[in-house]
T-cell receptor, first 114, second 111 residues
Framework: DGGITQSPKYLFRKEGQNVTLSCEQN?????MYWYRQDPGQGLRLIYY???????QKGDIAEGYSVSREKKESFPLTVTSAQKNPTAFYLC?????????????FGPGTRLTVT | DAKTTQPNSMESNEEEPVHLPCNHS???????IHWYRQLPSQGPEYVIH???SNVNNRMASLAIAEDRKSSTLILHRATLRDAAVYYC????????????FGKGTSLLVTP
């Protein structure tokens, strides 16, 4: 089946450690996105990539890094510089070009840092 | 960026139609109106989108006001599985067509 996978579903880390969240898609989509969701809030954009080897900061990129070496993969690293890393992280890819394409979301990774 | 305004919550009985409103008075001519919904502990799911004309698909209908300053998502017969947070989003080329989520409308469906 085509879709987006994120792993792991739950992740626990100690403060001060970097952690990398996986996002893979087999939909052949060019654009991919990382969002963060805090309890009771909407999603906020961390980073996005419209093509391989290129990515742009979103609204809350500080303390995060990404890479896009392959079309199907867009991993997110939460660094120790991120002040409040505990959150629900969602990866998405976008079908088609322009503003008409729908986004497909993965199941999310719930990160807890203590 | 143009913003959207939605009620925090709405309630519906099962099997009845639901009309979820969204105001976007500062919408620009190139903004598309998208609706997504999110079930608890899941990623959002695309529902429908439109530009100027009303749109129908298997999930819902989207009614867009003539001046485009508001729109309404219509679920024709609500089921318990439709209980979710519904987001109305204006999409344009900013941030690579990323979705700008507000707080959405939490829909409660009662049997």
């Amino acid at each position: 089946d085509g879709g987006i996978t994120q792993s792991p579903k739950y992740l626990f880390r100690k403060e001060g450690q970097n952690v990398t969240l996986s996002c893979e898609q087999n939909l052949n989509h060019d654009a991919m996105y990382w969002y963060r969701q805090d309890p009771g809030q909407g999603l906020r954009l961390i980073y996005y990539s419209q093509i391989v080897n290129d990515f742009q900061k979103g609204d809350i990129a500080e303390g995060y890094s990404v890479s896009r070496e392959k079309k199907e993969s867009f991993p997110l690293t939460v660094t120790s510089a991120q002040k409040n890393p505990t959150a629900f992280y969602l990866c998405a890819s976008k079908k088609g070009q322009g503003a008409t394409g729908e986004q497909y979301f993965g199941p999310g990774t719930r990160l807890t840092v203590t | 960026d143009a913003k959207t305004t939605q009620p925090n919550s709405m309630e519906s009985n099962e099997e009845e139609p639901v009309h979820l409103p969204c105001n976007h008075s500062t919408i620009s001519g190139t903004d598309y109106i998208h609706w997504y919904r999110q079930l608890p502990s899941q990623g959002p799911e695309y529902v429908i989108h439109g530009l100027t004309s009303n749109v129908n698909n298997r999930m819902a209908s989207l009614a867009i006001a003539e001046d485009r300053k508001s729109s309404t998502l219509i679920l024709h017969r609500a089921t318990l599985r439709d209980a979710a947070v519904y987001y109305c989003i204006l999409l344009n080329s900013n941030s690579g067509y990323a979705l700008n989520f507000g707080k959405g409308t939490s829909l409660l469906v009662t049997p």
